[in-house]
């Protein structure tokens, strides 16, 4: 089967850094994508892998590493409007996006 | 209309009634999607359409139903709700299938069906 895995709830500090993991296991990959959805909205999208390596975007960054199957998103300087979950997903072999959970992530002052 | 419209914003449904969630979306979008979300599951797709006239079933169809008349529109019906079928459902678009076309949400309708 398919399967996305992502830690259920993360806490960290308003100014730190914090990363975010996702192991995937699907049938064929075709990009991994990291959304961020704050409680009650849509989701919104963040970032985009398809090659090996990081990506950075601003304050987000995103590293994939396919052999192992695993993602990362990175945030730096955080904020205490980054308080949110932060969905991965894969699009898999028929481009059909496979979703994690998501994380929760909370901010403390 | 500014990206991906969902009417109604939220429901309450008696059990065995027939609902229809509206969809609009004004990006000329190929590709739309119906999702449901619920606590401690990822967003789990119902049925998409990857351009007007064509429709798929996703990971889980059963009890609903989609048509894709044009390119705008994507209603999603439940054709005798359940309690199980209460959740939240999101609309979503994509320009295209491959790529990194991301998907663009709806701001969602939360049914309760009683």
């Given at each position: 089967g398919q399967n996305i895995d992502q830690p259920t709830e993360m806490t960290a500090t308003e100014g730190a850094i914090v990363q975010i993991n996702c192991t995937y296991q699907t049938s064929g990959f075709n990009g991994l994508f990291w959304y961020q959805q704050h409680a009650g909205e849509a989701p919104t999208f963040l970032s985009y892998n398809v090659l090996d390596g990081l990506e950075e975007k601003g304050r987000f960054s995103s590293f994939?590493?396919?052999?192992?199957?695993?993602?990362?998103?990175?945030?730096?300087?955080?904020?205490?409007?980054?308080?949110?979950?932060?969905?991965?997903?894969?699009?898999?072999?028929?481009?059909?996006?496979?979703?994690g959970a998501g994380t929760k992530l909370i901010i403390k002052p | 209309i500014a990206g991906i419209t969902q009417a109604p914003t939220s429901q309450i449904l008696a059990a065995g009634r027939r609902m229809t969630l509206r969809c609009t979306q004004d990006m000329r979008h190929n590709a739309m999607y119906w999702y449901r979300q619920d606590l401690g599951l990822g967003l789990r797709l119902i049925h998409y359409s990857n351009t007007a006239g064509t429709t798929g079933k996703g990971e889980v169809p059963d009890g609903y139903s989609v048509s894709r008349a044009n390119t705008d529109d994507f209603p999603l019906t439940l054709a005798s709700a359940v309690p199980s079928q209460t959740s939240v459902y999101f609309c979503a678009s994509s320009d295209g299938l491959a790529g990194d076309n991301e998907q663009f949400f709806g701001p969602g309708t939360r049914l309760t069906v009683l």
């Open positions: 994939l590493s396919r052999s192992k199957g695993y993602s990362y998103l990175l945030l730096k300087e955080l904020q205490m409007k980054d308080s949110a979950s932060y969905l991965c997903a894969v699009k898999d072999s028929n481009y059909q996006l496979i979703w | -």
